[in-house]
């Protein structure tokens, strides 16, 4: 997406030697405060049911977590494609019920499909720790 990967580019343009001392000064961990700020503003935008503002919070929470991104990128930690590979994989993981041979016939049934497999992944995740 065109969008994507302009953001992406501001980012790394904020965060070059010649760009913003803000955006180069902070760490994953500096921007934890701004993540919880964000979240808030965008749960109070839904609770007074302001989709306009909303737009704008999730933009802004949206470019927090992408300035995480950047900065684990930096530390080559993993990028932002990582991260939405990981995330559609994880997704399509979770939803047999649409992307494989299950059956949900209710929102009911999604859930525990979907609980289903993520506890199935994170018991095969504890087993691969455990023997390592």
Request: one cysteine or more; proline letters at 2%; hydrophobic letters at 35%.
């Amino acid at each position: 997406m065109k969008e994507l990967d302009e953001i992406l580019e501001l980012l790394e343009k904020l965060r070059a030697e010649k760009g913003c001392p803000w955006d180069r000064d902070q760490t994953i961990k500096s921007l934890k405060k701004d993540i919880k700020d964000e979240f808030e503003e965008v749960t109070q935008a839904i609770d007074k049911k302001d989709h306009e503002n909303l737009k704008e919070e999730i933009g802004d929470l949206i470019w927090t977590l992408l300035l995480m991104v950047q900065i684990a990128s930096e530390e080559r930690h993993f990028n932002a494609r990582d991260v939405l590979k990981y995330t559609r994989d994880k997704i399509i993981r979770r939803h047999p019920h649409v992307f494989g041979n299950e059956k949900a016939e209710t929102p009911e049934d999604a859930i525990r499909i979907f609980n289903r497999v993520k506890e199935k992944e994170r018991n095969g995740l504890r087993k691969f720790q455990e023997g390592a």
